[in-house]
């Protein structure tokens, strides 16, 4: 069973959790996420089978699309519900819509965003939230002020990366709870998003809720509830029924049908020419015949439409090496 299967994770579970059911369910060891849902966020996650476990990384790097409620007057040191109130609650007037819209544009576009603490991004090996809740047992043993809590408070933290936010949408304004849409790249943090809007804004806020509508090409409208997976039976057959195979995945990439002696190179790992091409070679992979840097990726098929591979442009008389075969 090979193909990619999209779950509307509800809140609760953490992702892992929904793999390793999947995983029960079907039989199937090799299944993976491709984008991590907190235990407190639901919707989209999209989950690879079998061989489509090798085009994951296609679908993590995918931009991604939120609904997100921020709630004002309160920072935590998670940036979200689960964690502990830091700092002294707000209890001055809260902004306004207009006022919140404004602030979000130093969060609009390309710009630098520190990861949360509490995080699975690692240092040094190590996952940041580990090593955030280590310190913090060490700082409670030893004491405020003492030379060991300061020792540990001054150790290596995560680094800020670059992220892009395409799209912030503020949605309404209830009181001290903010709605947004956001539209942003892998690796974005919404919980990074509510704690530095309320830093910005002056008056603390972390995240209460989330919910991804989008993860790519995966939408909630081709999601299956987890609940649907309850009854083995019924749920096997459930799964079925919405893979998308192995064929129809990455459809933004264009796809080059291959004669059968294409095919052949493909399956031996060699590189293929305009020759092996059945039809026309798309004009923009013609363009790149003088200078090819392998950025663009095309899927490989055979003459029935099925993925044998995933190429990227070559230099020299070559037209396309399959970098990634599945066949």
Known sequence: MDGLLIIDKPVGPTSHDVVARIR???????????GTLDPLASGVLPLVVGRATRLARFLSSADKVYEATLHLGIATDSGDRSGTPVG?????????APTIDRALDAFRGRFLQRPP?????????????????????VRDRAGPGSETALAETTLQTLAPVAVTTHAISVVSVS?????????????????ALAADLGERLGVGAHLSALRRTRSGDATLSTAIE??????R????????????????MLPGLTAIRLTEHGIRKVRSGRD???SDVEGNVPPALMEREVDRKGEDWYRL???????????RPVSGSSLLHPSLVLV
């Open 24 to 34: 029960r369910l079907l039989g199937e060891p090799r299944i993976g996420h491709t």
């Open 88 to 96: 002294t609650p707000y209890v001055g007037p809260m902004p306004d």
């Open 117 to 137: 603490d509490l995080s699975a991004k690692k240092i040094g090996g190590k996952r940041s939230y580990k090593l955030t809740r280590a310190r913090a047992r």
């Open 175 to 191: 009181d001290c709870d903010v709605t947004l849409t956001v539209e942003c790249s892998a690796g974005f943090y919404v919980r």
């Open 226 to 231: 987890l609940a649907e997976t309850d009854d």
């Open 233 to 248: 039976a019924a749920g096997y057959s459930r799964v079925l029924q919405a893979l998308v195979p192995l064929d129809e």
């Open 272 to 274: 293929v020419m305009s």
């Open 301 to 311: 098929m055979d003459g029935a439409g099925h993925l044998l591979a995933l190429g």
